[in-house]
């Protein structure tokens, strides 16, 4: 076998299991196979790394992020390729391009440009539309103004302009439309998340059997979990087969609060970034769609209101503080930010793997979990 890559000697973490003493085979951009010890000398390698006991995980999964590096996904092309490859240097190697509340014909016009980049760029997986379709009382960062009830013509508009690209869309099924509109989406492929919500707990439970299937940032923006109202968190906890998100900021979620939704919802739980322009970068002003955003002490929150507006995270951080602070395991950790999200999607069978035939992404992490190095189908990241 010609012009592949053999990195030996790592700790894989997979499928949440640690294997020691193990190795990859890249051929491409697939795994070619996987193995132990020194079996992967029977077919010498062109290019071999010595990874020297560091962890090996997949290649990380964002399903929910809005740029970085002083970019804005919102903004386009340049800006877009600008915000992966920040997140792509802290171990991200596929996102989905996750778009804020806009008017419907200036999102149709970002979803057909998403869609071209699809196409051209493995490391894009499609587009994420948070919003127009979500509850004005918890709207978070998104422009109230813009905020409405999903209609038919609506759905067809943003379906059309996204040519089979759409891989997300979060809404609220409370809205009029609404479950008609998790119908309409699922059916289309399309992974319906529910958020910005005011729906209760029965409702979300309604949500999820007429086909949603992921929760968006758990606890945040929906009404929180009560006795005598558990709502939209434990209505996706009881729920197999649904993914939540969770933002692993230590702002955005108390460590406890996550430590208990990992336990509620064992291998369904997706860490995000919900990263706005900031993420890598600094303090400042910004923008978050059509709204003012002020940076401080890595915080980002509206400049009107104080609400808090994505976040400044990447998900190496996300994977540290889940393992180092909350004391989440680190298989599970490395779960979140690979198979599950991955699969949440629609790709389970194709990333977030260290296996054969998959895509060969991977991220060496220290003792420390802190990113060595980060290949991205098969091509090593400059750091």
């Known amino acids: 076998m010609s012009g592949d890559h053999v990195i030996h000697s790592a ?3 997979d499928g949440g299991t640690v294997v020691d003493d193990g190795w990859v085979r890249f051929a491409g951009g697939t795994i070619a196979a996987t193995g ?17 006991g560091a962890w090996l995980t997949p290649g990380f999964v964002d399903i929910h992020v809005h740029g970085g590096g002083g970019a804005s996904f919102d903004d386009g092309g340049e800006h877009i390729a600008r915000a992966l490859d920040l997140h792509r240097r802290h171990g991200t190697t596929r ?43 918890h709207k978070g960062a998104h422009d109230p103004a813009l905020l409405r009830p999903a209609t038919a013509a ?34 289309a ?6 958020g910005h919500t005011d729906a209760d707990y029965d409702r979300t439970l309604a949500a999820f059997d007429a086909g949603a299937s992921i929760l968006t940032h758990a606890f945040n923006a929906m009404p929180g979990l009560h006795h005598r109202g558990p709502g939209p968190v434990a209505a996706a906890a ?27 919802a064992p291998g369904r739980m997706a860490l995000v970034t919900d990263a706005m322009a900031a993420a890598g970068s600094d303090d400042g002003d910004y923008l978050l769609g059509s709204l003012e955003v002020e940076v401080r002490g890595g915080i980002a929150r509206l400049a009107g209101g104080g609400s808090i507006a994505g976040s400044t995270l990447t998900l190496d951080d996300a994977l540290r503080r889940a393992v180092q602070e909350v004391g989440i395991p680190l298989v599970d950790a490395v779960r979140a930010v690979s198979e599950t999200p991955a699969a949440a999607i629609g790709r389970g069978h194709d ?14 992490l220290d003792a420390d979990l802190r990113v060595r190095q980060v290949w991205s189908a098969g091509e090593p990241v400059l750091r």
């Open 11 to 13: 700790r894989l973490v």
């Open 36 to 52: 132990t010890g020194d079996s992967w000398r029977r077919s010498p390698a062109t290019t071999v790394t010595d990874a020297a």
């Open 95 to 137: 996102s989905v391009i996750s778009l804020v509340t806009a008017p419907v014909a200036s999102l149709a016009e970002r979803l057909r440009e998403v869609a071209s980049l699809t196409r051209a760029d493995p490391r894009i997986l499609g587009a994420h539309l948070e919003g127009p379709f979500l509850d004005v009382g």
């Open 154 to 187: 609506d759905i067809e508009t943003l379906l059309d302009a996204a040519g089979g690209t759409l891989r997300q869309i979060t809404l609220a099924p409370e809205l009029p439309g609404g479950m008609d509109a998790v119908r309409a989406f699922a059916a």
């Open 189 to 194: 492929g399309v992974a319906v998340a529910v």
């Open 238 to 264: 009881r729920t197999p087969g649904v993914t939540l998100e969770i933002v692993n900021d230590g702002v955005h979620v108390h460590p406890e609060m996550v430590r208990m939704a990992f336990a509620g």
């Open 351 to 364: 990333l977030g793997r260290l296996r054969a035939g998959y895509a060969a992404d991977a991220v060496l």
